[in-house]
């Protein structure tokens, strides 16, 4: 069949999964337009830490180039209320890149592979027709929970990766590119005082570092150099199992989000894009209705997923809330935590 022949994929959100699904496709010759709200490179809310990506997944979207010079980080430290818990030594090293430069490569290989990439175009999210892909993230939703993060250069570190627990919040400090560390946070939402200053608008992060007893940490990046333009914020963060629509496409975090605690959301994003790849492409070169195809690809995510993202927002909790948090930071000293099948658990 020649391409005039394939039938073309729409995607529509140009995030991991949009974008490594997209480059997938295009190497295998499928026409695919690519619709992305907004632009490259920038900033996004993430711990920038990769965990369980697998080899497979990286072979068939073809991303070993994108990722070759991501750290690996193999160890973490888990800090409750400024003090150590715990070292954990991955079974597989998570690997360390920034979203500002990790998406904007995928699109630009997109581009390259002769994908065609609508920047700064919202599409509607009703519309449905065979061959459309929804890859748009997390879908809003009132949430009492937001997202912050902010890159920082020449700040001490106390391992590969650092997890700080403090009051209905944890951080994470991963190394990414450059020297610089990437300091994220996920913070019950809490009411800003009047008098704290609006500016810089960093200074909301160095808020919730302190409202949630993480001062230690706040006070070791304040030593370090913070990057104002990589600060950002996003609120509406929910970890609801978004209802099943059939007959929709959904991929990565429209399909699910897995808490950030894991490590695990880009792996899962990247995951689903390569699982989708086979019955989308056979779609394409006419081998399959579009609604074999959907519910072929539900099934496989829904296999896939299921179990581990039921761990995960099981064990989420315990991260966030006081007494459950002591009992876990009680385990830990004790080395009574089976962080290897926690981690199997959840990957
Ligand atoms: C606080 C926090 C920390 C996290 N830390 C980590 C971590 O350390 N490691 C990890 O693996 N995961 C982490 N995650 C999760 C990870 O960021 C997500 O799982 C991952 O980004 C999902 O990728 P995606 O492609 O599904 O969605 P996204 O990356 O969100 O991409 C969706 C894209 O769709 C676009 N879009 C949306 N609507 C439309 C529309 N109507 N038209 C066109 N475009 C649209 C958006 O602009 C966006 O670019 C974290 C999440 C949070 C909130």
Same mark, same amino acid.
Not at 77 to 87: A, E, K, L, P, S
Not at 170 to 199: H, M, Q, W
Not at 242 to 269: H, K, Q, W, Y
């Given at each position: 069949? *020649?391409?005039?022949?394939?039938?073309?994929?729409?995607?529509?959100?140009?995030?991991?999964?949009?974008?490594?699904?997209?480059?997938?496709?295009?190497?295998?010759?499928?026409?695919?337009?690519?619709?992305?709200?907004?632009?490259? #490179?920038?900033?996004?809310?993430?711990?920038?830490?990769?965990?369980?990506?697998?080899?497979?997944?990286?072979?068939?979207?073809?991303?070993?180039?994108?990722?070759?010079?991501?750290?690996?980080?193999?160890?973490?430290? +888990? &800090?409750?209320?400024?003090?150590?818990?715990?070292?954990?030594?991955?079974?597989?090293?998570?690997?360390?890149?920034?979203?500002?430069?990790?998406?904007?490569?995928?699109?630009?290989?997109? /581009?390259?592979?002769?994908?065609?990439?609508?920047?700064?175009?919202?599409?509607?999210?009703?519309?449905?027709?065979?061959?459309?892909?929804?890859?748009?993230?997390?879908?809003?939703?009132?949430?009492? +929970?937001?997202?912050?993060?902010?890159? /920082?250069?020449?700040?001490?570190?106390?391992?590969?990766?650092?997890?700080?627990?403090?009051?209905?919040?944890?951080?994470?400090?991963?190394?990414?590119?450059?020297?610089?560390?990437?300091?994220?946070?996920?913070?019950?939402?809490?009411?800003?005082?009047?008098?704290?200053?609006?500016?810089?608008?960093?200074?909301?992060?160095?808020?919730?570092?302190?409202?949630?007893?993480? *001062?230690?940490?706040?006070?070791?990046?304040?030593?370090?150099?913070?990057?104002?333009?990589?600060?950002?914020?996003?609120?509406?963060?929910?970890?609801?199992?978004?209802?099943?629509?059939?007959?929709?496409?959904?991929?990565?975090?429209?399909?699910?989000?897995?808490?950030?605690?894991?490590?695990?959301?880009?792996?899962?994003?990247?995951?689903?894009?390569?699982?989708?790849?086979?019955?989308?492409?056979? +779609?394409?070169?006419?081998?399959?209705? +579009?609604?074999?195809?959907?519910?072929?690809?539900?099934?496989?995510?829904?296999?896939?997923?299921?179990?581990?993202?039921?761990?995960?927002?099981?064990? &989420? #909790?315990?991260?966030?809330?006081?007494?459950?948090?002591?009992?876990?930071?009680?385990?830990?000293?004790?080395?009574?935590?089976?962080?290897?099948?926690?981690?199997?658990?959840? &990957?």
């Amino acid at each position: 069949m *020649t391409r005039r022949d394939c039938q073309s994929i729409e995607i529509v959100g140009g995030g991991l999964a949009g974008l490594s699904l997209g480059l997938g496709l295009r190497r295998r010759g499928v026409p695919v337009t690519l619709f992305e709200a907004h632009g490259y #490179p920038r900033h996004r809310v993430c711990g920038e830490f990769i965990t369980g990506l697998d080899g497979v997944t990286i072979k068939r979207l073809g991303l070993a180039p994108i990722l070759a010079d991501a750290l690996r980080h193999r160890q973490v430290v +888990w &800090h409750h209320r400024n003090q150590t818990v715990q070292n954990q030594r991955l079974p597989v090293p998570a690997l360390g890149i920034s979203r500002y430069r990790l998406d904007a490569r995928l699109a630009e290989a997109f /581009v390259e592979t002769g994908g065609d990439l609508r920047v700064h175009t919202r599409v509607a999210l009703e519309a449905r027709p065979a061959g459309r892909v929804f890859a748009t993230g997390r879908r809003p939703r009132p949430s009492l +929970w937001i997202g912050l993060k902010v890159h /920082v250069r020449n700040v001490p570190r106390g391992g590969d990766l650092e997890v700080h627990l403090g009051d209905q919040a944890y951080v994470g400090l991963s190394g990414i590119e450059d020297g610089k560390v990437n300091a994220c946070g996920l913070f019950r939402r809490r009411p800003i005082s009047p008098g704290t200053p609006p500016a810089p608008a960093f200074g909301l992060l160095f808020h919730y570092l302190e409202a949630s007893g993480l *001062t230690a940490l706040a006070g070791r990046l304040c030593e370090g150099e913070l990057d104002a333009s990589s600060f950002c914020a996003v609120a509406a963060v929910n970890f609801q199992m978004e209802p099943f629509r059939p007959g929709r496409l959904c991929l990565g975090d429209s399909f699910a989000m897995i808490p950030p605690f894991t490590g695990n959301g880009m792996a899962v994003a990247l995951q689903s894009a390569a699982l989708a790849l086979d019955p989308l492409s056979e +779609w394409a070169r006419g081998g399959l209705a +579009w609604a074999d195809t959907v519910a072929a690809i539900n099934r496989g995510l829904r296999r896939r997923f299921r179990a581990r993202l039921a761990s995960a927002n099981l064990l &989420h #909790p315990f991260l966030l809330e006081p007494w459950r948090q002591f009992w876990m930071a009680w385990a830990g000293h004790a080395r009574l935590l089976p962080m290897r099948l926690l981690y199997h658990l959840t &990957h």
